[in-house]
């Protein structure tokens, strides 16, 4: 039997442990911004997600480096036309001892998609039209037209299958407090052939939620193994505080790191002047600020060289220096002010940490170097601008206009750009969808709605030694690869 670590409430009683050892337990302090908050359908706090996709594995799932491999389904096929996946169930038997079956995989499938009908995965999924078990151990999903990202998406730990009669895995959880400590199943309980000494080469895998200011000084101290969830706020706290302990990893994420305009009166009631503050930005400033290298700024919401998505449009403003791009936003707030014979103020809304410190710092002085006056929030208060930080759950155009649908965002949304959609998804052919995907692009960037700066920052703390660990652009790491489980 493995011997679990100590037993957890909170991350201070681990002051008498020290990760570095080799007891047989790898822990992770996983930042959450509300660390024991209840799981919702859509905003699972991530290290709820991370043990969901553990412990309730889909058809497929991620690897360590964000390639999806075979979990419930041990293989599958695409038909030509690419609108039908066929995939084959592994047979092995649940803990009640009743055997899988794809007849249970599919209704559990059907019923994640009513379930997030509505939401933004939803959207994703209203290209499923059909889920049939075709028999005993194949399921057949049919599509109203190709999907190349569907594996990606079907790999969500939204999608794993809840089963009335026990977990699928690849792990099981117990619960000591707020500590999830997980176990990875011997291969024979998942329809493989036995491993000797599982025990002996596998490793428990504990899941501390928490803040960033704790994860980083347990880290510091030698008492977890990695820290896991990392964004732009609590950035600095790695930079800074842990670096002599362990390397900081980064993702090289899909995603959107923007500002919403969520109120839309005063000087922002026109989209052109909303434009201004999209003018004003120096993003690539942005980029120095955070001293990273490699991170993308971008001006558009869809990231060039997508799969299946044509649309020729480069960065906004081609040829317009930054210089012009302010004298330009200057002259619409001096405008304004003289019409109105007021000031222009905008409110930003920004998580809290020392990331988000230097984020308004820095969007405070290029606001003002167009005359505008930036302030920061308190918590409650209400704001004109607020943060959107997301990373994209697959490698598609869809996905990334789907997050601006006014049933999901409706502050922050365009009808026209949603008809466009649909006409998108009704598209008879793929050149025909792309063109109304960029349309979409193009309306919903002409309202000036959403500020787009560049990539979403993840990052976590890995010591030397722990395995099963590699950044990928989904910023999703699974818990399975490490427990060194070698199947």
């Given at each position: 039997?493995?011997?679990?670590?100590?037993?957890?409430?909170?991350?201070?009683?681990?002051a008498?442990?020290?990760?570095?050892?080799?007891?047989?337990?790898?822990?992770?302090?996983?930042?959450?911004?509300?660390?024991?908050?209840?799981?919702?359908?859509?905003?699972?706090?991530q290290?709820?997600?991370?043990?969901?996709?553990?412990?309730?594995?889909?058809?497929?799932?991620?690897n360590?480096?964000?390639?999806?491999?075979?979990a419930?389904?041990?293989?599958?096929?695409?038909?030509?036309?690419?609108?039908?996946?066929?995939?084959?169930?592994?047979?092995?038997?649940?803990?009640?001892?009743?055997?899988?079956t794809?007849q249970?995989?599919?209704?559990?499938?059907?019923?994640?998609?009513?379930?997030?009908?509505?939401d933004?995965?939803?959207?994703?999924?209203?290209?499923?039209?059909?889920?049939?078990?075709?028999?005993?151990?194949?399921?057949?999903?049919?599509?109203?037209?190709?999907m190349?990202a569907?594996?990606?998406?079907?790999?969500?730990?939204?999608?794993?299958?809840?089963?009335?009669?026990?977990?699928a895995?690849?792990m099981?959880?117990t619960?000591?407090?707020?500590?999830?400590?997980?176990?990875?199943?011997?291969?024979?309980?998942?329809?493989?052939?036995?491993q000797?000494?599982?025990?002996?080469?596998?490793?428990a895998?504990?899941?501390?939620?928490?803040?960033?200011?704790?994860?980083?000084?347990?880290?510091?101290?030698?008492?977890?193994?990695?820290i896991?969830g990392?964004?732009?706020?609590?950035?600095?706290?790695?930079?800074?505080?842990?670096?002599?302990?362990?390397?900081?990893?980064?993702?090289?994420?899909?995603?959107?790191?923007?500002?919403?305009?969520?109120?839309?009166?005063?000087?922002?009631?026109?989209?052109?002047?909303?434009?201004?503050?999209?003018?004003?930005?120096?993003?690539?400033?942005?980029?120095?600020q955070?001293?990273?290298?490699?991170w993308?700024?971008?001006?558009?919401?869809?990231?060039a060289?997508?799969?299946?998505?044509?649309?020729?449009?480069?960065?906004?403003?081609?040829?317009?220096?930054?210089?012009?791009?302010?004298?330009?936003?200057?002259?619409l707030?001096?405008?304004?002010?003289?019409?109105?014979?007021?000031?222009?103020?905008?409110?930003?809304?920004?998580?809290?940490?020392?990331?988000?410190?230097?984020?308004?710092?820095?969007?405070?002085?290029?606001?003002?170097?167009?005359?505008?006056?930036?302030?920061?929030?308190?918590?409650?208060?209400?704001?004109?601008?607020?943060?959107?930080?997301?990373t994209?759950?697959?490698?598609?155009?869809?996905?990334?206009?789907?997050q601006?649908?006014?049933?999901?965002?409706?502050?922050?949304?365009?009808?026209?750009?949603?008809?466009?959609?649909?006409?998108?998804?009704?598209?008879?052919?793929?050149?025909?969808?792309?063109?109304?995907l960029?349309?979409?692009?193009?309306?919903?960037?002409?309202?000036?709605?959403?500020?787009p700066?560049?990539?979403?920052?993840?990052?976590?703390?890995?010591?030397?030694?722990?395995e099963?660990?590699?950044?990928?652009?989904w910023?999703?790491?699974?818990l399975?690869?490490?427990?060194?489980?070698?199947?």
């Amino acid at each position: 039997m493995h011997r679990i670590g100590t037993s957890l409430l909170a991350l201070a009683a681990l002051a008498s442990c020290t990760a570095s050892q080799d007891d047989g337990v790898v822990d992770i302090a996983f930042i959450d911004p509300e660390p024991y908050a209840s799981p919702g359908p859509e905003a699972a706090p991530q290290s709820q997600r991370a043990i969901r996709a553990a412990t309730r594995q889909g058809l497929v799932r991620f690897n360590q480096v964000g390639e999806v491999v075979p979990a419930l389904a041990e293989r599958w096929i695409v038909t030509d036309d690419g609108r039908s996946y066929i995939f084959r169930i592994t047979e092995f038997d649940l803990p009640d001892g009743s055997r899988l079956t794809a007849q249970a995989v599919a209704e559990s499938f059907r019923r994640k998609i009513r379930q997030h009908e509505g939401d933004s995965l939803g959207l994703d999924l209203a290209k499923v039209t059909e889920v049939r078990a075709m028999t005993g151990r194949v399921i057949e999903i049919r599509l109203s037209s190709p999907m190349p990202a569907l594996l990606q998406l079907l790999a969500q730990p939204e999608l794993g299958i809840d089963l009335e009669r026990g977990e699928a895995g690849p792990m099981s959880v117990t619960r000591e407090g707020n500590v999830a400590i997980l176990l990875a199943i011997p291969p024979e309980q998942r329809g493989m052939a036995e491993q000797s000494n599982w025990d002996g080469i596998t490793r428990a895998v504990e899941v501390i939620p928490t803040k960033a200011p704790a994860a980083a000084r347990a880290f510091s101290r030698g008492q977890v193994d990695a820290i896991f969830g990392g964004r732009m706020a609590s950035l600095p706290l790695a930079v800074t505080d842990a670096l002599s302990r362990g390397t900081v990893r980064l993702d090289s994420t899909l995603g959107l790191f923007g500002l919403d305009v969520i109120r839309t009166d005063d000087f922002l009631a026109s989209a052109a002047n909303r434009e201004a503050l999209a003018l004003a930005i120096d993003r690539t400033g942005l980029v120095q600020q955070f001293n990273l290298g490699g991170w993308a700024d971008t001006t558009r919401i869809v990231p060039a060289g997508l799969p299946a998505y044509t649309a020729e449009q480069g960065e906004r403003w081609p040829g317009v220096s930054l210089e012009q791009r302010r004298a330009r936003a200057s002259s619409l707030v001096r405008a304004w002010e003289s019409a109105t014979s007021n000031s222009v103020e905008v409110m930003i809304d920004l998580p809290t940490g020392p990331g988000s410190d230097i984020l308004f710092a820095a969007l405070q002085r290029d606001f003002a170097a167009v005359g505008i006056d930036a302030k920061r929030a308190r918590p409650g208060q209400d704001a004109d601008l607020a943060l959107r930080d997301e990373t994209a759950r697959y490698a598609g155009a869809r996905w990334f206009l789907n997050q601006f649908h006014c049933s999901v965002s409706p502050r922050v949304c365009s009808p026209d750009a949603d008809y466009l959609m649909q006409l998108a998804l009704d598209a008879l052919n793929p050149a025909e969808e792309a063109s109304y995907l960029a349309e979409a692009e193009s309306t919903l960037l002409s309202t000036n709605l959403y500020i787009p700066l560049g990539a979403p920052i993840r990052w976590s703390q890995v010591r030397a030694g722990v395995e099963g660990f590699s950044e990928n652009a989904w910023a999703f790491h699974p818990l399975f690869p490490l427990s060194r489980a070698p199947i």
